[in-house]
């Protein structure tokens, strides 16, 4: 199925129906500026080898600046920015996050046309909880990205859920056009109180394809997850396959697999303790021994509404058909919110 990117921003202007600017008068315009940033100091070690990031270190991994302005009951705009500082580097640029226009019909329903996230992996760390900590199995293993360029959806009808994305396929850190837009789908049911089964999809060429370079595979992923989220508790697993992800402009077929499991208990108001394994086989075909064992234990304080910090420990094990390395890093993770 291909799908133009011009043919998908025109359907968005018709949906996002300018009439509707007639409301303008209906609420009170609003701004809000926000900030989160995610900090940690952790000891990194790998076995076997030396590497530049090893040793003690200050990471900023996130700086999220949030400019939100509601022009009116039915008209909202959104801008955020990001910047990273990771171990032993300079800082990045700082990057357009979300930039978009929202269009809400009520009940969870909504359109947004711009950069937006994306419906698989924004659900993903708000069901699992602990995104300052590391970001969920999708995100980590770069098997999708958490904002994107074009037409996003929701539409919420009784337990379900739908959520759909027309993209560039690019990203948001390093925005670009493909011959072809970029579809990812996400369907979520909630039967019970704090329950939710989810399945999704994601179909095209990551942009890669762009200008004169060859498209030899369409990448492919489907995921599916089931996850309880209750007052003091989070349970939850999810599962991807994927075909072709790294091969898009490359000959030869590729598949990918993984897995996440993870678990939360909050054992006092201010107090919590949790728990995540990811496995991972990112070269079924070309390299099948290559694979990755993720763990991650943790103990969290909250003292306050704006602060969160949690003494974690990770333990990375990744085989490949040439050699074996395991790393170790335990620290201070901390989330400031305001």
């Known amino acids: 199925m291909q799908i133009h990117s ?170 670009r056009l493909g011959n072809r837009a970029d579809v990812e789908a996400r369907v979520g049911w909630t039967p019970a109180k704090g329950v939710e089964l989810a399945a999704g999809g994601y179909r095209g060429t990551r942009a890669q394809d762009a200008g004169s370079r060859p498209r030899e595979h369409t990448a492919q992923r489907w995921n599916v997850m089931a996850s309880w989220v209750g007052e003091r508790s989070r349970v939850g697993a999810q599962y991807f396959r994927a075909e072709d992800w790294t091969r898009i402009t490359k000959p030869g077929s590729d598949d990918q697999r993984g897995w996440s499991a993870w678990a939360s208990y909050q054992f006092a108001p201010q107090y919590a303790v949790f728990t995540r394994h990811d496995e991972t086989r990112m070269s079924l075909d070309i390299d099948p021994r290559t694979r990755e064992r993720y763990d991650q234990i943790g103990v969290e304080w909250k003292p306050n509404k704006h602060l969160r910090l949690a003494m974690v420990g990770k333990r990375v094990q990744q085989q490949t058909a040439k050699k074996k390395q395991e790393s170790h890093e335990a620290g201070l993770w901390a989330q400031i919110a305001f």
């Open 6 to 175: 011009r043919s998908a921003l025109a359907a968005a202007l018709a949906a996002l129906c300018l009439p509707g600017f007639a409301l303008a008068q209906d609420a009170t315009p609003a701004t809000r500026v926000s900030a989160q940033i995610f900090v940690n100091a952790s000891q990194l070690d790998r076995d076997g080898v030396t590497t530049d990031d090893e040793g003690l270190a200050m990471e900023l991994k996130r700086t999220f600046i949030t400019l939100d302005h509601r022009f009116n009951e039915h008209w909202s705009a959104q801008v955020t920015t990001d910047v990273q500082w990771l171990r032993n580097s300079d800082p990045t640029d700082v990057w357009v996050r979300h930039a978009y226009l929202q269009r809400s019909f009520g009940n969870g329903s909504w359109l947004r046309l711009g950069n937006a996230p994306t419906p698989w992996i924004q659900a993903e760390s708000q069901r699992e909880g602990y995104r300052y900590v590391d970001p969920g199995l999708i995100a980590r293993t770069k098997m999708g990205t958490p904002a994107d360029y074009g037409v996003h959806g929701q539409y919420r009808h009784g337990d379900f859920v739908y959520a759909a994305s027309v993209v560039t396929g690019g990203g948001f850190q390093k925005p």
